[in-house]
């Protein structure tokens, strides 16, 4: 059975601080990894990664996925109160996208 | 730009009744999905659709069916609401396939009593 685990299911920080997010995955077959940060409603796209090594970045977020170990992390450098969100992983196997739990990320001032 | 639509935004229902969660796109996506998300669990799959005139089941399609008649609309349909499928839903639409970015809407919040 595909499964998508996050890692933690919930952090508290503070301001300023960086932070390591986990994804790790077993499914059948293999296409992407996709990141998405969802506020109070809908998620919103953050990285789709396919390579491994390749890091992709925007701002103060990077992301790299490694498939030999099955696995994505997702850091967030510098947070800010804005940064407190779900953050959620889902695995693209057989055209159906496979989602984690989520990581709850609360950013203390 | 108005994205994916998603209608209502809230809904009680009462055990046995139906009704149908509607969902639209004007990005002329081909691929349209529905998810319900429940406290503690990831987006699990309902239904989702390739195209007009296609659809296939999900991970968790029982007590709901879809239709895709257009490319734009894709409504999802409780036949005989239960307490069970009290959750939030989404509706999401991407390009081309499954492996590139989805659009979502801004749920609806079901509770079935």
């Known amino acids: 059975e595909d499964k998508v685990v996050q890692s933690p299911l919930s952090l508290v920080v503070h301001e300023g601080d960086t932070v390591t997010l986990n994804c790790s995955y077993e499914v059948t077959n293999f296409r992407s990894l996709l990141w998405y940060k969802q506020e109070k409603k809908a998620p919103t796209f953050l990285f789709m990664l396919?390579?491994s090594g390749i890091e992709k970045k925007s701002g103060r977020l990077s992301s790299i996925l490694d498939k030999k170990e099955l696995f994505s992390i997702l850091n967030i450098t510098a947070t800010q109160t804005g940064d407190s969100a779900v953050y959620l992983c889902a695995v693209d196997s057989n055209y159906q996208l496979i989602w984690g739990a989520g990581t709850k990320l609360i950013i203390k001032p | 730009n108005a994205g994916v639509t998603q209608t209502p935004k809230f809904q009680v229902l009462k055990t046995g009744q139906s009704m149908t969660l509607q969902c639209a796109q004007d990005m002329n996506h081909e691929y349209m999905s529905w998810y319900r998300q429940d406290p503690g669990m990831g987006l699990r799959l309902i239904h989702y659709s390739v195209g007009a005139g296609i659809t296939d089941q999900g991970e968790v399609p029982n007590g709901y069916n879809v239709s895709r008649s257009t490319t734009e609309d894709f409504p999802l349909r409780l036949l005989s609401a239960a307490p069970s499928q009290t959750s939030v839903y989404f509706c999401a639409s991407s390009k081309r396939s499954m492996n590139t970015e989805a659009f979502f809407g801004q749920g609806t919040r079901l509770t079935v009593v």
């Open positions: 396919t390579s």
